[in-house]
């Protein structure tokens, strides 16, 4: 316990925090996000409705207007979808989704990148040569393409039912495997200049292996810049994983994401059904915004040549 409070009272003594609490955008985006997660994690609670239970779909409720739109029903507070289903409790769920996708495709990036970064920039010579060149072979191609060919594949190699019970997988793996380089490359850059200290000079004079001076000695004092991309990474995973929803190769209906929501309301969008497709859109544009901002704090919080107040 008294660790406990001795590690909370270090954390507001800290420049970060200072820093945070002075920076009303970096407490705002917080705010945001926090609440986001938690509503998501908690959507079977805060949900009024349950949108993968087809028993409660009425399909006499679809299409109704939000609340503040004339011919709209009080059970449905941002209106239903074209299967009747409460757009709220969708949202909820869909969030919940690519946040999931977005969060667990950046650790999955984490594990390759960071691995790949330590090894090319603790080793150098021909080991960091073949590493950063197949990190540059990856990075020339587009992760959108790339996913939209293997996802079109996988489709049509086991069939849409297969897909579609295995599609958060699938993601995740396409979008993680997709994006290490950008980590591996920060990763890197970090682990050659701190090689260079007395530190891990000390450690090696010491017996302590290789593996261990990565990992326990190195690694801890890259997690900064970490930190920061990981940030970026998870707002560029749940584009990515909006995109392809968007383009039918994503999330399956039944199991809504913010993308694959956007994508079933676009063909009601100049019908007068505007809600369907702009709602979620207006969350996503949110939680992408929320996130580069929390990316751009810590970055300019954790760099030490930038002049602060």
Known sequence: MNNTNSLFRQFLDSDFFYYFKHDKVAIISTIIFFAFLIMSAFAPIIAPFDPYDLTLLDIMDSEIPPVWQ???????????????????????????VSLLIGILAVVLQGIIGITIGLVSGYYGG?????????????LSFSTLMVAIIILAVVQTAFGSAAFNQW??????????????????????SSVLAEKEKEYVDAAKVMGFGSLRIMFKHIL????????????????NAIITEASLSFLGLGMPVTEPSLGSLISIGKQYLFS????????????????????????????????PKLYKD
């Open 126 to 138: 021909k080991i960091d040569s073949l590493l950063m060149r197949i990190a540059d072979v990856q």
């Open 167 to 188: 599609a958060m997988i699938i993601l995740i793996l396409i979008i993680g495997l997709a994006e290490w380089p950008q980590i591996a490359r920060t990763v890197r």
């Open 70 to 96: 004339e011919n709209s029903d009080p059970r449905f507070l941002l209106g239903t979808d074209d299967q009747g289903r409460d757009l709220w409790s969708t949202i909820l769920y869909g969030m919940r």
């Open 220 to 235: 801890p004092n890259c997690l900064s810049p970490i930190f920061v991309i990981s940030t970026v990474q998870i707002a």
């Open 272 to 303: 007068g059904s505007w809600w369907i497709t702009l709602i979620p859109g207006g969350f996503l544009i949110v939680l992408v915004i929320v996130m580069n901002l929390l990316g751009d704090f810590l970055r300019d919080t954790f760099n």
